[in-house]
Every structure is written in C-alpha cells, then in structure tokens.
C-alpha cells in the first residue's frame, strides 16, 4: 500500500503557468519530501519539508504541509518545457532503515 | 563521484531464469534500498539494508533476495524470474541531510520476463 496518495494523476500547462500538484498521507510524519523522475531516469530529490514546518521555497518551487490534514502540496511556478516530469512525494514516518513510502505521482507535461 | 550505478540497464530472462541486479554507491551512505516501479505507478520497496551486514524486507519481498555486501554495494536476486517481476528496479542510497534522510536514485534496471 502506498502512504501518499497524489492529485492529479496528470497535468498538463502551457509554459509559464504555474503548476500545482497535492499530496496525501495516512499516518504521522517526521518529514515530507518531493522527488522528479524524468522519463526513464532515476528520481532526483527536489525538497524536503519537516512536520514542523509549514511552508518551504526552493527556487522556484514552493511546498506546503498541512499535518492537520495530512496533505501536502508542490507548487511549480513559471514553468519551463524542462519541468515535464513525473512528481512525487515520498514520506518519512521515522521508520527502521530510514524507510521512505512514495506516492503514485503526478506526470506533469509543460507545452512550449 | 558517479553516485548510484546500477547494472545492467536492460536485460530479458526467460520465465524461471535467475539473475542478479548490481548497485553500487560510493558516498560512503549507510542505508539502502530497492525499489520496483510498475508503469504509471510509484516506487514500491522490496528490501532494504539499514547499514552493512544487516537487510530486511520492504512491502514486496516476495521472489527477491538481497545482499548486502560491503558498505557500497547492495545486490538483488531474483532466483526463479516469473512475467510479474517485469518492471524497472531502482537503487537507491540515502544520507542523513540538515533535516532529515533523502534518497539518491540509480539509472535503473529495465527487466523483462517472458
């Protein structure tokens, strides 16, 4: 089973639009965190947001966590044709092994 | 430093075949992992070593063994491939950050059983 459960499943914007991307988990969390994964590559991870903290920039990325709700969102801003990726998140509920569990992704398509 | 690699990229087994997945890491990270990714779907874990000499099953274990045999390298073997393990598998490694554990990801293994 997979802890975050991720909305939409696909999306697809012009270039320049902002893209806006939600995450939900079932159990309590230490820390949230987003990965890419390009078409056929490994993922590489973007940001992470702790569960005391609420909101986070990274360039042009913006994370949101709302414990409360147990979700979490991924704001792209001004997107460029680079940004087609797929996007999950992935949660750290302080696991053995330091185990992360990944969401099912949204796949993100910016048109030129 | 070249991260995670992983070997081979592609390969295609027989139903019943064995084969053995190479990762390999050279950041000096404790914890690693295996995952599978089924299209369109997330990563699904399959075993994971902590630190060197100990592994322990994920959520998908079934069909899998694992070693850990150095602190840089973490093998995946499938002893008896069925079509239900065609997937991509994924090695990751992880490092404790400023705030919490992130992963780093390999190329991937494209396998298919036939």
């Known amino acids: 089973s997979q802890q975050g459960e991720e909305d939409p499943q696909a999306l697809s914007i012009q270039e320049g639009e902002n893209a806006t991307m939600n995450c939900s988990y079932k159990?309590?969390?230490?820390?949230l965190q987003w990965y890419r994964q390009n078409s056929g590559r490994g993922l590489v991870h973007l940001i992470l947001?702790?569960?005391?903290?609420r909101e986070k920039h990274s360039g042009r990325l913006r994370v949101t966590l709302d414990t409360s709700k147990k979700s979490s969102s991924l704001l792209i801003t001004a997107s460029r044709a680079a940004d087609t990726a797929s996007y999950f998140c992935?949660?750290?509920?302080?696991?053995?092994?330091?185990?992360?569990?990944f969401g099912g992704g949204t796949r993100v398509l910016v048109k030129p | 430093n070249a991260g995670v690699t992983q070997t081979p990229k592609f390969q295609v087994l027989k139903t019943g075949q064995s084969m053995t997945l190479q990762c390999a890491q050279d950041?000096?990270?404790?914890?690693m992992y295996w995952y599978r990714q089924d299209p369109g779907m997330g990563l699904r874990l399959i075993y994971y070593?902590?630190?060197?000499?100990?592994?322990d099953k994920g959520e998908v274990p079934n069909g899998y063994n694992v070693s850990r045999l150095n602190k840089r390298e973490f093998s995946l073997r499938l002893e008896s491939a069925a079509p239900s393990q065609t997937s991509v598998y994924f090695c990751?490694?992880?490092?404790?950050?400023?705030?919490?554990?992130?992963?780093?990801f390999g190329p991937g293994t494209r396998l298919t059983v036939l």
């Open positions: 950041m000096n990270h404790n914890s």
């Open positions: 992935a949660t750290d509920a302080g696991a053995a092994g330091n185990k992360l569990t």
């Open positions: 990751a490694s992880s490092r404790l950050g400023l705030q919490g554990h992130e992963q780093f």
């Open positions: 070593s902590a630190s060197e000499g100990t592994t």
């Open positions: 159990t309590s969390i230490n820390n």
């Open positions: 947001i702790r569960s005391n903290e």
